[in-house]
């Protein structure tokens, strides 16, 4: 989850260290700091707290050079300190080393290490690679080959950056298990987590598979795969723009995404209807006839993701007519779960690289599997290449790290997905749902506009601490998708429930400082909502409602309602997740957290 950087050029690299982490703060914003190689030696900086506080050191204390790594943290082991930051030495500051992941083994290695006569200066499992390498040079080995015998012996997950004082011509990097990106320039190469990280000086890019290992040059990058032998990997060039992760004229990332949804719905609609308005996803007839065999669905994510997948099913199986069950990654790797066969495998990741939902993909007894099918954001991402064949979200880069525009894309995918697959067994005519979704990017248009009525509604969660969400049906995923927002960037304790459960226990908690948000769409359980807002108005409970404009609910003192336009039933759930992302949005601010970077997360959970 930490964001990693590297250089090697003929110039400075400095700023390109300090723009790389800018644009990876959404992966970790706990410490910074840099190394650099400069005068026969590498210099190292680093600062506890943001990108900023780095920063600010370096236009106090300038260090430049033409090799250089950086990293951007989210602490796993050992506090958010600068000792703890990255990079860090080996013993007599020869090499520095920059890690994102979890070295699992990492204490038997530092226990023997100390017995070798090595010291620790920090509490993280990153500083027994250092320490590592250092042994390996040590008995002669040059950068890469120390480089590719200690990674022998970490087990887990690792994205590295190498350098060595003794070899400044060279930046070593090595992956496994962590996402990790070449850049390939012109006299100058890069490493990092994420291209976005490095779009400022390059749209070429390599990607490394399981356990290589790649050194880097001015003018050449060789490739090394997990056995040690000489590999060739193919350089892409990235399908957006810079200016795509620019906040633009908002103030916030967030503020951006959520207001971008209409366009970029709008825009994948259109990419994949015809002139009829028949949807088409882009799956090539080997992959369409494996949907057409399958015989039950299973869709394995983490977060939001889940939460998209709890309303897939409904969808599967009240449209494909499909058995669909769904499964949270981090509990379904560690199950004996039983696969039936014929089973299509979809794993749900913004990113690709969500580490439970990966390992669950690479566990699975695909013996049991018609495929193993992805839906994410990100064509170069490890599940896209793991799978047999993937639909892609085209959300665009997401730096919020509350998800937004990712959330909706996933469901637009996985409704499109359902049509397919109704499609491929006449279960049912879809012609309706087809013509109604010609229509969505419109009424999503028409919500943003509501953005002051909400914002307004948000000033009532001013002093609250605790928030209860209802939904029913496919909108009980959406209630849980809104309370984990509000939770996530306002630190308001929010859960959610269907609302036929509030008697069976959520109902104790319902008083006037427990605001209840409702969903409420105009489907065939509106009626059986409305006696459950009852029963909170019973208790003197203050209701949010957010319902069909022909809903016909009665506003009070304690009773607030905004009126959202008429939509297809099918299409609510996509519908009704604007106004929950605005409200969580709105409360933030009032609250006066970060909208963008909420304490204890980051964007992109690559380790366990």
């Given at each position: 989850m930490c964001g990693i950087v590297g250089a090697i050029a003929q110039r400075n690299v400095s700023g390109i260290l300090i723009e790389g982490l800018n644009r990876l703060e959404y992966r970790g914003y706990d410490s910074a700091g840099l190394a650099l190689y400069a005068k026969e030696k590498v210099l190292r900086l680093r600062r506890a707290g943001k990108v900023a506080q780095l920063e600010k050191a370096i236009a106090e204390q300038p260090i430049s050079g033409n090799l250089g790594i950086a990293h951007t943290r989210w602490a796993t082991h050992g506090i958010p300190n600068e000792d703890n930051a990255h990079p860090h030495f080996s013993q007599d500051n020869d090499i520095a080393v920059v890690h994102n992941g979890i070295i699992t083994n990492f204490e038997p290695i530092k226990q023997s290490l100390i017995e070798t006569g090595y010291g620790f200066a920090s509490d993280t499992d990153t500083e027994v690679i250092a320490h590592l390498i250092h042994s390996f040079r040590k008995q002669g080995m040059g950068l890469r080959h120390a480089v590719q015998a200690a990674v022998v012996q970490c087990e887990g997950a690792y994205a590295l950056g190498v350098i060595d004082r003794n070899e400044p011509d060279k930046l070593i990097t090595a992956r496994k298990g962590s996402p990790l990106v070449v850049g390939v320039g012109?006299?100058?190469?890069?490493?990092?987590?994420?291209?976005?990280?490095?779009?400022?000086?390059?749209?070429?890019?390599?990607f490394l598979e399981e356990g290589d290992v790649a050194q880097l040059e001015l003018n050449r990058i060789q490739v090394w795969d997990a056995a040690g032998e000489p590999v060739e990997r193919d350089v892409v060039r990235y399908e957006h723009g810079d200016q795509s992760s620019d906040k633009g004229q908002y103030k916030h990332y967030m503020a951006k995404e959520i207001h971008e949804q209409p366009m970029v719905i709008g825009n994948i609609i259109s990419d994949r209807s015809d002139a009829q308005g028949a949807i088409h996803i882009p799956l090539n007839a080997d992959a369409l006839a494996k949907l057409q065999q399958a015989s039950q669905v299973l869709i394995i994510a983490c977060g939001t993701s889940y939460y998209a997948g709890l309303v897939a099913r409904y969808w599967i199986e009240s449209v494909a007519e499909i058995s669909c069950q769904v499964e949270i990654a981090s509990e379904f790797r560690y199950r004996k779960p039983v696969v039936a066969p014929g089973t299509l495998f979809v794993t749900l990741s913004q990113s690709g690289e969500t580490a439970d939902t990966l390992a669950a993909l690479r566990h699975v007894d695909k013996t049991k599997l018609v495929a193993a099918m992805t839906i994410c954001n990100v064509p170069s991402s490890s599940m896209v290449r793991e799978s047999d064949f993937a639909l892609l979200t085209q959300a665009g880069p997401e730096i919020g790290v509350a998800s937004t525009k990712a959330f909706t894309t996933q469901l637009l995918a996985l409704l499109q997905l359902t049509l397919t697959l109704a499609k491929t067994r006449a279960s049912q005519d879809t012609t309706s749902i087809m013509q109604a979704m010609q229509s969505l990017p419109g009424l999503l248009n028409q919500v943003v506009?509501?953005?002051?009525?909400?914002?307004?509604?948000?000033?009532?969660?001013a002093d609250k601490n605790h928030a209860l969400f209802l939904g029913r049906g496919a909108l009980y995923p959406i209630a849980m998708e809104g309370a984990l927002k509000l939770k996530e960037i306002s630190y308001i304790h929010a859960e959610a429930y269907p609302a036929g459960e509030l008697k069976h226990g959520p109902l104790a908690l319902v008083d006037a400082e427990m605001p209840v948000v409702v969903v409420a769409p105009n489907d065939d359980l509106l009626d059986k909502l409305k006696a459950n807002m009852q029963e909170v108005r019973a208790r003197g409970g203050?209701?949010?409602?957010?319902?069909?404009?022909?809903?016909?609910?009665?506003?009070?003192?304690?009773?607030?309602?905004?009126?959202?336009?008429?939509?297809?039933?099918?299409?609510?759930?996509?519908?009704?997740?604007?106004?929950?992302?605005?409200?969580?949005?709105?409360?933030?601010?009032?609250?006066?957290?970060?909208?963008?970077?909420?304490?204890?997360?980051?964007?992109?959970?690559?380790?366990?």
């Open positions: 012109l006299e100058e190469n890069y490493i990092a987590s994420d291209q976005l990280a490095l779009l400022q000086v390059t749209d070429r890019f390599m506009q509501y953005e002051d009525k909400i914002e307004q509604l948000a000033q009532r969660f203050e209701l949010f409602v957010f319902a069909d404009s022909k809903a016909t609910l009665a506003a009070d003192d304690a009773t607030h309602i905004i009126a959202l336009p008429e939509v297809h039933e099918l299409l609510a759930p996509i519908l009704y997740t604007i106004p929950l992302q605005l409200l969580s949005y709105h409360v933030a601010l009032i609250k006066g957290t970060d909208v963008d970077q909420p304490r204890n997360l980051a964007k992109s959970v690559t380790v366990e």
